[in-house]
């Protein structure tokens, strides 16, 4: 079956489909998250978890993503109902909290960026950017209840953020997404290697890159370790997003899926290492510089892009403001490409299963996402960021991951989605790859949710009351998975799901 005659959208080309993945996966967490997970998680150790968890959760787990969306030929949405009319729920669940909840506050991040990139030009955050930043940009309150005031520049920069997504979804997938990632990703890649040149040509880089991979191997003791190295390849490849499967269903039948997933995940998580030089890079010259040790200059991942580099950029000297220009830059970049995938993945549920005009759906959803944000703009919007991104990261796609794993695995023959795969790509999956999603994958998946969860119900997340908790965090989580029933309920007012997949034609 061809997609043309399916009447979906098609990529252009593989490249460009590959692009779009990447564009995905790399975002803002692969710049500086990434980083800080490794210096908090022994170093050069953590690289160890790190690439197990790559070979044995994030590849085949991305591949099999690929695969839904290819054999079945359909978004989330679509695809689950293909595999089984009670399943189609599970598609929507993710699109949900991602459209309603993710990129929410996502965009209200990159909107951050944006503006730094402009106070870089003056240095606007002056001798104290920890200050700056809390106090004067978001004028930070003391909980989660207390919001009074709406930040300007970050509304501002919100709306920016907002504009360039809907002008980039509204033209479709080839002439837009495909378009902007061809454009954003060998940019983002140019500005990222201008910065890490630049950075470890700094006066005591040295020391942070040593910091950086010196591995500290009691640390691979520590089972957290292991979880911290599966939560990132797990977030950072936009796995449970519901993005890959919607992205996989666009390419033609001749596709060489398996090998598009490698490529992937082996680009994001280059990218998050060579990120990781110039980040280090810059700690270190902090380090020679104040005469402090690097310890004391690393903090929390949000505080390390607005607070530390923002004091780097002000002790480089006259280059200051460039080099600060170009790595908020980079920020904003690696943000709109997600964040792009996140609103085309909703747009392509709606598409298949309502047949809704793109233009106007785009409008409607990039409408809602900016007012959705504006929550997040607030003096209390930091605490709001923080309570949702929680739940719906440790809770809605674990959830989602683990409930893919399990309906594909066990409820849905796997073999279909396998010998599809092998039939199409160059690198052939074996039975192993049956069993890691069958057995392996919800397993560790469980261990994750069980053990958080466990955690919490005795120990409330950063000591938010519970009422904040529940109302904020539990709720967001709740409310989208009881829609996305709703959602699924409603009749088809396309023939899409009636046709099958490309592996039972076979």
Same mark, same amino acid.
């Given at each position: ?342 609103? %085309?993945?909703? $747009?392509? #549920?709606?598409?298949? @299963?309502?047949? *809704?005009? +793109? /233009?106007? !759906?785009?409008? =409607? ?38 409930? %893919?794993?399990? $309906?594909? #695995?066990?409820?849905? @023959?796997?073999? *279909?989605? +396998? /010998?599809? !795969?092998?039939? =199409? ?82």
């Amino acid at each position: 079956m061809s997609l043309e005659s399916t009447g979906r959208s098609t990529w252009k080309s593989r490249s460009g489909f590959i692009l779009a993945a990447i564009g995905s996966a790399v975002g803002l967490g692969n710049i500086w998250r990434f980083s800080y997970l490794t210096y908090e998680n022994g170093g050069g150790a953590f690289l160890i978890p790190y690439i197990v968890a790559l070979l044995t959760a994030g590849i085949p787990l991305l591949i099999l993503e690929f695969g839904i969306g290819h054999e079945r030929i359909g978004s989330a949405p679509l695809a689950f109902r293909k595999i089984g009319k009670q399943w189609e729920w599970l598609g929507w669940w993710p699109l949900l909290f991602t459209m309603f909840g993710i990129v929410l506050y996502y965009s209200v991040v990159i909107a951050w960026c944006v503006d730094f990139v402009f106070y870089s030009i003056n240095l606007s955050w002056g001798d104290d950017p920890d200050k700056f930043f809390f106090e004067s940009f978001l004028n930070l309150s003391s909980s989660p209840s207390e919001i009074s005031t709406i930040q300007t520049p970050i509304l501002a920069g919100l709306l920016a953020v907002w504009l360039v997504t809907w002008g980039i979804i509204v033209r479709g997938v080839s002439r837009g997404v495909e378009l902007a990632n061809r454009v954003f990703m060998p940019l983002l890649l140019i500005l990222t290697l201008i910065l890490v040149f630049w950075s470890v040509n700094l006066e005591g880089a040295k020391v942070g890159i040593n910091a950086y991979l010196t591995p500290d191997f009691t640390k691979l003791a520590d089972p957290n370790v292991w979880v911290s190295a599966y939560g990132q390849i797990f977030f950072t490849l936009s796995l449970g997003f519901g993005i890959m499967i919607a992205y996989a269903s666009y390419m033609p039948y001749n596709s060489n899926m398996t090998g598009s997933a490698v490529i992937t995940a082996l680009a994001n998580s280059g990218f998050s290492l060579l990120s990781g030089f110039g980040v280090f890079a810059i700690l270190g010259f902090m380090s020679v510089s104040q005469n402090q040790p690097l310890d004391e200059v690393v903090k929390q991942s949000i505080g390390l892009a607005f607070v530390a580099y923002p004091k780097a950029i002000s002790l480089i000297g006259d280059a200051g403001p460039l080099f600060g220009m170009l790595f908020f830059l980079s920020l904003t970049v690696a943000g709109v490409s997600s964040a792009i995938s996140i609103v %085309e993945a909703f $747009v392509s #549920g709606a598409e298949d @299963k309502f047949g *809704i005009n +793109r /233009k106007m !759906l785009a409008t =409607v959803l990039c409408i809602l996402g900016f007012a959705g944000g504006i929550i997040f703009t607030t003096d209390g919007g930091l605490f709001w960021l923080d309570i949702v991104d929680h739940f719906i990261n440790n809770y809605g796609l674990v959830m989602a991951g683990l409930l %893919e794993c399990i $309906v594909v #695995g066990w409820f849905f @023959k796997l073999d *279909i989605i +396998r /010998k599809h !795969l092998n039939k =199409v790509s160059k690198v052939q999956l074996g039975t192993w790859w049956n069993w890691i999603i069958k057995l392996y994958l919800p397993l560790f998946l469980a261990v994750i949710l069980l053990n958080q969860l466990i955690r919490e119900l005795f120990t409330a997340y950063e000591g938010y009351s519970w009422a904040s908790l529940i109302g904020i965090g539990w709720s967001w989580v709740g409310i989208t998975f009881l829609i996305s029933f709703i959602f699924a309920l409603q009749p088809w007012k396309t023939d899409s799901h009636l046709e099958k997949g490309r592996g039972e034609e076979l």
